[in-house]
């Protein structure tokens, strides 16, 4: 009886939390995430853009676009802003890591560490700008955390090969995010029944070629690590910023970092739209 009894609370419990993480209110946070994901992803590519055409020393990063934020008029507003939005996001993905989604390889345990690990991630974004908003530190610009966590793992007896599979893993997952925007498999995660065809249109364009652009940048970011762990030189390791920076030192020149420059913006301007018609 007690055992029954027990089980029955624990249902309750389970029921109860996952209507929590079904709540509008969680669908409210999680849409506040992808918008501020969107604008942080507009700032980067704008600081890009000057790099490019200005030779601007502003960091091309998550650290750079805080710091331009705060440079604003209601830059204490805005930052708490995104701390709200990145700590949503963050709640988001930890909900879908422990109940799932509701697509067909929602619940597969590979989905669900992919999304304990975007959660984790989103964290430590909230975290920076946290402390940032409060004045009691800087953000780290992605450059610096790079070369400090390969340095570290470096240190270790199996670090370089931790690292070359770490820089295998990100160039691959380059290669998927490109993949899956060439496809427009994101689309299957909107819910566009509304909108006009040509605003469809519209959206399934910008996610297509700012998906592309953003899959550049993370299979840059991952060669670049592989090539720090193979040569076991920490400091040739890359963060956003200097993979963008590279991209200006190819044959194409700054016209190649304006083009992926420019397709981060529009991936902004599209995560933004995702927040609209995001399937939750």
């Keep these: 009886?007690?055992?029954?009894?027990?089980?029955?609370?624990?249902?309750?419990?389970?029921?109860?939390?996952?209507?929590?993480?079904?709540?509008?209110?969680?669908?409210?946070?999680?849409?506040?995430?992808?918008a501020s994901r969107g604008v942080m992803y507009v700032l980067v590519g704008i600081i890009a853009v000057q790099t490019a055409v200005e030779g601007s020393h502003q960091q091309?990063?998550?650290?750079?676009?805080?710091?331009?934020?705060?440079?604003?008029?209601?830059?204490?507003?805005?930052?708490?802003l995104l701390v709200i939005g990145f700590a949503g996001m963050t709640l988001w993905r930890l909900s879908e890591a422990i109940w799932g989604t509701s697509d067909a390889n929602g619940r597969k345990p590979a989905k669900r560490l992919a999304n304990l690990a975007r959660a984790v991630f989103y964290a430590a974004v909230t975290y920076g700008i946290l402390k940032y908003a409060l004045g009691i530190g800087q953000p780290s610009s992605s450059d610096q955390q790079s070369q400090d966590l390969t340095a570290t793992a470096l240190r270790h007896q199996d670090g370089k090969a931790a690292v070359l599979i770490a820089g295998i893993m990100i160039t691959v997952a380059g290669l998927a995010i490109m993949y899956r925007a060439y496809t427009r498999?994101?689309?299957?995660?909107?819910?566009?029944?509304?909108?006009?065809?040509?605003?469809r249109?519209?959206?399934?364009?910008?996610?297509?070629?700012?998906?592309?652009?953003?899959?550049i940048v993370f299979g840059t970011v991952g060669i670049f690590l592989a090539v720090a762990a193979v040569d076991a030189k920490p400091q040739q390791a890359k963060g956003i910023d200097s993979a963008l920076r590279a991209l200006a030192d190819t044959p194409l020149g700054p016209w190649l970092l304006v083009a992926v420059a420019a397709g981060l913006m529009i991936f902004g301007?599209?995560?933004?739209?995702?927040?609209?018609?995001?399937?939750?």
């Design 185 to 199: 498999k994101f689309l299957r995660h909107l819910r566009m029944g509304t909108a006009s065809p040509t605003t």
């Design 1 to 34: 009886m007690v055992a029954r009894t027990a089980r029955r609370r624990s249902f309750r419990t389970r029921k109860a939390t996952r209507q929590a993480a079904d709540s509008k209110p969680m669908a409210w946070l999680a849409r506040a995430g992808l």
């Design 269 to 280: 301007v599209y995560s933004c739209c995702e927040a609209r018609w995001r399937l939750m």
């Design 201 to 215: 249109k519209v959206v399934s364009r910008l996610g297509q070629v700012g998906g592309i652009a953003r899959g």
């Design 60 to 80: 091309a990063d998550r650290a750079g676009a805080v710091r331009l934020v705060a440079q604003t008029s209601f830059g204490s507003v805005l930052l708490w």
